[in-house]
Structures are given as structure tokens and as C-alpha cells.
């Protein structure tokens, strides 16, 4: 199976500052065949199911706002927030989809400082 | 627009029965993948199903030969048949379309195990 880590489990940043958190899977989620990256981060709310921000490790899905940002290829993979907003406060994750079973990381609680 | 509506869960006894639904709406499920997800209070997520467009079915480890996914295409309706249910399967039940990445999430189902 693909481990996904996530580094760090937790951070609080301040309204208006950048938010990184970090994914480093077990073994490559790059597929040669197509270049692409079968990468994705999500976002969880309490209560709420998770919402996909990112796909192929750097494609924002519909509606979601640019502050949000993904990269990296292979096994390293950053999402950033380039400017903290009140709402952005959740759970995210990021998941593997390159093989069965899909995986996902452990979570990081983003908070407002 | 894309729209999940999950029904079904509850509380059953360890060693019980349930089965959830999942009803899609502004797609097929025929040609897409649909899967589950689940999330034990206060945890992280958990993959636990997939059915494939193909029809071809995959498990976690951890529930292989006690769940079973299956789909209506008629009603475009995905299911997820749990039997010999364990204390350790109490979790919240997540149905969503898979294409690739999960793009589309059910509200979800709290299915909790306990005597």
C-alpha cells in the first residue's frame, strides 16, 4: 500500500498569512504514460463531507479560490495558502488515487493564530 | 448539478446487517466510478470501496468478505452491503463519484456498531 504522511498534523497562522502543509507518499503517484501526477487534496469542515480543492497534484477544481495552490510531482507535494482566511479553517487531506487501495494522509488542522 | 443523497445507517448489534444507498443525481452511474469512504469519530479518512464503470469491485483489507459494493444503473443508485459488522466499523459512511480524484461527496452516514 501507498503511505501518504502529511507534515505538520497541525499549524495556526495568522488572518492574512501563508499556510504549507506537506505530503510525501511512500512511493512515486507520478504515471509515466500520461506525465500526470494521480494526486489530491481535500478539505473538511466540521460536520460537512470533504471538498476536493486540488486534483492531479495542481489543477484547482471549479469554484474553489485561488489562494489555493498545489504542487510538486513524484512523491513530494505541497498545498499552500497563499493568505489565511477565517473560513479556511478545517481538516485537510491529501489521497492518492495512482493505485488500489487509494490512500490518504493523516490530516492537518489548520487554525487561526 | 451533481448530487449525492445518501440514506441508511444507524445502530446495529456486532455481528449485524445494514446496507446503505447512495442516489446519484445529474450523472450516471454506469459510466463513472463510484466509491466509499469511511471516517471513525474523530479520525481520518479511510477508503473502503470501489466500484469501477466496468463493473469490476475492489475492497480494503479491512472489509473484504464482510462488504460487498453493488450498483442500480437502471436507478442510478450505488450500495454498500455491510454483514458481519464489528465495533471497529463504526464510522461515518461516505458515498462519492470517483473520477480519479473524489469530486463529488454524499452527505454522509453514521453507521455505529455497538451492543
Known amino acids: 500500500d501507498i503511505v501518504m504522511t502529511q507534515s505538520p498534523d497541525s499549524l495556526a497562522v495568522s488572518l492574512g498569512e501563508r499556510a504549507t502543509i506537506d505530503c510525501k507518499s511512500s512511493?512515486?503517484?507520478?504515471?509515466?504514460?500520461?506525465?500526470?501526477?494521480?494526486f489530491a487534496w481535500y478539505q473538511q469542515k466540521p460536520g460537512q463531507p470533504p471538498r476536493l480543492l486540488i486534483y492531479w497534484a495542481s489543477t484547482r477544481e471549479v469554484g474553489v479560490p485561488d489562494r489555493f495552490s498545489g504542487s510538486g510531482s513524484g512523491t513530494d507535494f505541497t498545498l499552500t495558502i497563499s493568505s489565511l482566511q477565517a473560513e479556511d479553517v478545517a481538516v485537510y487531506y491529501c489521497?492518492?488515487?495512482?493505485?488500489?487501495?487509494?490512500?490518504f494522509g493523516q490530516g492537518t488542522k489548520v487554525e487561526i493564530k | 448539478e451533481v448530487q449525492l443523497v445518501q440514506s441508511g445507517g444507524g445502530l446495529i448489534q456486532p455481528g449485524g446487517s445494514l446496507r446503505l444507498s447512495c442516489a446519484a443525481s445529474g450523472f450516471t452511474v454506469s459510466t463513472n466510478y463510484m466509491t466509499w469512504v469511511r471516517q471513525a469519530p474523530g479520525k481520518g479518512l479511510e477508503w473502503v470501496s470501489v466500484i469501477y464503470s466496468s463493473g469490476t469491485t475492489y475492497y480494503a483489507d479491512s472489509v473484504r468478505g464482510r462488504f460487498f459494493i453493488s450498483r442500480d444503473t437502471s436507478r442510478d443508485m450505488a450500495y454498500l452491503q455491510m454483514n458481519s459488522l464489528r465495533v471497529e466499523d463504526t464510522a461515518v459512511y461516505y458515498c462519492?463519484?470517483?473520477?480519479?480524484?473524489?469530486?463529488?461527496w454524499g452527505q454522509g452516514s453514521l453507521v455505529t456498531v455497538s451492543s
Open positions: 512511493q512515486s503517484v507520478l504515471y509515466s504514460s500520461n506525465n500526470k501526477n494521480y
Open positions: 462519492a463519484r470517483a473520477e480519479g480524484p473524489l469530486d463529488h
Open positions: 489521497q492518492q488515487y495512482y493505485d488500489i487501495p487509494w490512500t
